[in-house]
């Protein structure tokens, strides 16, 4: 994929949700049964990024009583964040240039977000920056859809014969109304082996309808 085009897709993902935000923070009300099993890794002192916060679900799991930074790109959603859980906790901020210091974080999540960075050279980026603000042996959490599914199936093979996009880059549309979101597919060795080229260390995987890896930084 070309540059230019990636960016440009990272463009349309910022306005996509902010056309959708309040309804999209709507469907995001219940806490996603994965999340229970996260929570064994945090300590009551961790500092905690949130990166691609969205509306701000993960806090209705952490509490509100927590060392907690979310951090998102689209200040629609940002704004139904700081509806729900306050002005305090919310920085606008992006993936491949994330606005905290180096080595500050304990805990970094990351839940269905790196689905929407197009190409490899920025996911790659994204991973390298999560790194960077993570504290030696800090805790990545990430969560992407796992779109191997029979309604999803053709677009991805569709995908292959692409000349604009990856292999596994799809557009999904959002209800009844024009919003095709992007999403590359991944697949769990994927996203494992871009944890290997960043710096990670791979701690977990679980397999439910999302594809959740836990892994630590080295």
């Known amino acids: 994929m070309k540059d230019k085009t990636a960016r440009e897709l990272l463009e349309k993902v910022k306005l996509d949700y902010a056309l959708i935000s309040e309804d999209f923070a709507k469907t995001r009300e219940d806490v996603w049964p994965e999340f ?31 060392n907690y930074t979310g951090i998102d790109n689209n200040e629609s959603l940002l704004a139904e964040a700081k509806k729900r859980f306050g002005d305090n906790k919310f920085i606008l901020g992006d993936m491949l240039e994330i606005p905290l210091n180096s080595s500050s974080q304990n805990i970094v999540f990351s839940i269905a977000a790196m689905h929407h960075i197009p190409s490899k050279g920025l996911r790659k980026k994204a991973f390298r920056e999560i790194h960077r603000i993570l504290k030696p042996g800090g805790i990545l ?78």
């Open 36 to 66: 229970e099993r996260f929570k064994r890794y945090i300590k009551k002192t961790d500092a905690i990024a949130d990166v691609g916060c969205g509306s701000g679900r993960l806090l209705k799991i952490l509490g509100e009583n927590v």
């Open 141 to 218: 959490v990430i969560m992407v859809w796992d779109l191997f599914q029979r309604k999803h199936i053709l677009k991805i093979l569709k995908s292959l014969f692409s000349a604009q996009y990856d292999f596994k880059d799809i557009f999904i549309k959002w209800g009844n109304t024009e919003v095709k979101r992007y999403y590359h597919a991944f697949t769990p060795g994927e996203i494992k082996c871009l944890l290997n080229e960043t710096g990670f260390g791979i701690i977990e995987t679980t397999y439910t309808k999302n594809i959740c890896i836990i892994a630590r930084k080295i």
